[in-house]
């Protein structure tokens, strides 16, 4: 039976791991296992379902996820992963439809689970042999690392956290709402830039989708790769929808409480100084002009060169 979703449940102290499966009677719970420490299914179903996306280093996060489980359930959460590797690597009608399922399942459930977002880091500390900081520490107070934890070489620095990741996937999903709402209702949402609301209904489609991809990158694990203009426009316009009071309500929200702090969440000034929404020259001209009047459908969503696009049968949604 082919899986659709991993998904952590907390019991107690503990927490189990269960698998949404597709079976001919629709899709049915299963249990892997329970865990003593909650963490762990929290990160391996977030590694899980990120080799359903069909993620690149999928495998080695669920490698990593499971080093200190006892052998007989790190042999068999290994090989599940690995069959799933294998059934997408495969190609063909099997694993396109995997693909889907696995695509449509997780954009039904509207919001994020926590435990997709647990594969970003709270904290900038690493092995640090200068002073002693390990992974699960905050270097904040260190002298060697510096008042903010970004000064060490062997620290690196924290980008996404998986509080910033959950606000960019909120934005970005209610962005792709609006957007939505506009084709289908002929009633105007401020949802793309203003130098494109001249552009038609199907455009508009494929921007709409445009943001949910992006958001579905999230849910894998990583920071969104923009694979052609329109996601570039989309998620420099993401950003610039970000702060005041706006992200202030998402601090009430459970499930961002769910995830794990960092003194990181909301330094977007940061991100940028680093270049983590850097759209480039051609994308930031659309984000600041006022109108564009020209058909920009082979332009916008033609893939960037060297990157692997996007499957062209993904749909949108009904």
């Known amino acids: ?18 698998s949404i499966q597709e079976t001919s009677n629709g899709p049915e719970l299963s249990k892997i296992a329970t865990f003593d420490n909650p963490k762990e299914p929290r990160l391996i179903a977030a590694a899980l379902n990120a080799a359903l996306q069909g993620e690149a280093d999928a495998l080695a996060k669920v490698r990593q ?15 599940r992963a690995e069959g799933i590797e294998e059934t997408l690597r495969g ?36 092995d640090c042999a200068a002073c002693g900081c390990v992974v699960d520490e905050d270097c904040a ?25 959950f606000v960019l996937h909120h934005v970005l999903r209610d962005l792709a ?27 508009l489609l494929h921007c709409a989708r445009a943001y949910d991809d992006l958001a579905a990158d999230l849910l894998g694990g990583r920071f969104p790769e923009p694979r052609c203009l329109a996601e570039s426009v989309a ?29 990181f969440d909301d330094d977007w000034d940061f991100l940028d100084q680093i270049g983590v929404f850097d759209v480039g ?9 006022d109108v564009i009047e020209e058909d920009l459908w082979d332009e916008w969503f033609k893939p960037y060169p060297n990157v692997k696009p996007r499957e062209r049968n993904r749909g949108f949604r009904g």
Request: with cysteine.
């Open 1 to 18: 039976m082919p899986d659709l979703f991993f998904l952590p449940q907390r019991k107690g102290n503990g927490a189990m791991l269960f």
């Open 65 to 79: 996820g499971v080093a200190s489980l006892p052998r007989p359930l790190e042999k068999a959460i290994i090989e």
């Open 91 to 126: 190609g063909g009608e099997p694993a396109e439809m995997a693909r889907k399922a696995a695509r449509a399942l997780t954009e039904s459930l509207g919001r994020p689970n926590p435990a997709m977002l647990f594969l970003f880091n709270t904290t900038a500390c690493g």
């Open 141 to 165: 107070k260190c002298s060697v690392c510096g008042p903010d934890g970004r000064d060490c070489a062997d620290c690196g620095s924290v980008e996404v956290t998986p509080r910033a990741a």
């Open 177 to 203: 709402d609006r957007t939505y709402f506009s084709v289908w209702s002929s009633f105007w949402e401020h949802s793309v830039p203003d130098s494109v609301e001249t552009q038609t209904d199907w455009f």
């Open 235 to 263: 998620l420099g316009f993401a950003r610039s929808t970000i702060g005041g009071l706006r992200t202030e309500s998402f601090r009430a929200d459970e499930s961002y409480r769910a995830l794990p702090a960092s003194r």
């Open 281 to 289: 020259d051609r994308a930031l001209a659309f984000l600041t002009s």
